[in-house]
């Protein structure tokens, strides 16, 4: 039953955030389903993805809030409390499907045998490593476009 | 309770927000919501076959996922801040009309 609501909840967040024309509404929306995604993976016995998907959903809303509070415009027309509401009806009627229909996957009967930890440092330490240095590079990179820019205007 | 179709009913939702919705933050929060729905596609599967192997590399591409999504925001305050603007038409139609008077000259 919970994985149900969570599944209702996750689409109805979803439709809200690209449906309401607040940018901050809609970030705090994303933010609902993002909280709520760290849940269901959290049920599903895959408990340090649902901690990676709280620390790094944490750091991007708080960018996204800031990029959004800066940049939105006034909206020329609110939507009504009833436009809203069809809109959380609409995604409630869309998530039905996930809940009632299902599509057959046979499990392959091939047993990993690794753990997480097993699996992120003996098999994929390369990759960390080298995701590591694309995301300093990637930073790096954002900082000195932006300090150029702040240079430039100047 | 089926994750597929959650995932491709979130999926999408992301798509009809990347299509329709004209301000570059919006897009943003489109491009998240499509990222994160193949990504509980993943994890997901993973989990319920027991897989270790299939959480690691959603770690992994967490990371990748907030790369982009810092590349995409600094590229949106600089357009922000050089066309006064986040709507993607009139972004369009200022690019095209500087075209077209760079040709002129």
């Given at each position: 039953m919970i994985v149900e609501l969570l599944a209702v909840g996750l689409v109805v967040s979803a439709c809200l955030a690209i449906y309401l024309d607040e940018a901050v509404y809609s970030i705090a929306s994303l933010a609902c389903m993002f909280v709520l995604m760290a849940v269901l993976y959290a049920l599903s016995d895959a408990v340090f993805v649902a901690v990676f998907q709280l620390a790094v959903s944490a750091g991007t809303l708080a960018v996204l809030f800031l990029a959004g509070e800066m940049l939105s415009e006034n909206p020329e027309k609110e939507k009504s409390l009833k436009k809203i509401f069809s809109a959380v009806l609409l995604a409630v009627v869309l998530s039905l499907p996930s809940i009632f229909l299902s599509v057959a996957v046979t499990p392959a009967?091939?047993?990993?045998?690794?753990?997480f930890a097993e699996a992120l440092w003996d098999l994929r330490v390369i990759d960390v490593i080298l995701q590591g240095l694309i995301m300093m590079t990637v930073a790096l990179g954002i900082a000195i476009v932006l300090y150029e820019r702040g240079e430039g205007e100047s | 309770m089926d994750y597929m179709i959650l995932s491709v009913i979130l999926l999408a939702v992301g798509i009809y927000g990347l299509l329709t919705k004209r301000h570059l933050v919006k897009v943003l929060i489109s491009i998240e919501i499509i990222a994160v729905a193949a990504s509980m596609n993943f994890v997901l599967l993973a989990s319920s076959l027991n897989r270790a192997l299939g959480e690691t590399f959603m770690v992994l591409a967490f990371s990748t996922d907030t790369c982009v999504t810092a590349i995409v925001l600094a590229l949106l305050v600089i357009a922000a801040k050089k066309y006064?603007?986040?709507?993607i038409r009139k972004l369009t139609e200022i690019e095209r009309s500087a075209d077209e008077e760079q040709a002129k000259s």
């Open positions: 009967n091939i047993s990993s045998g690794f753990s | 006064g603007t986040c709507d």
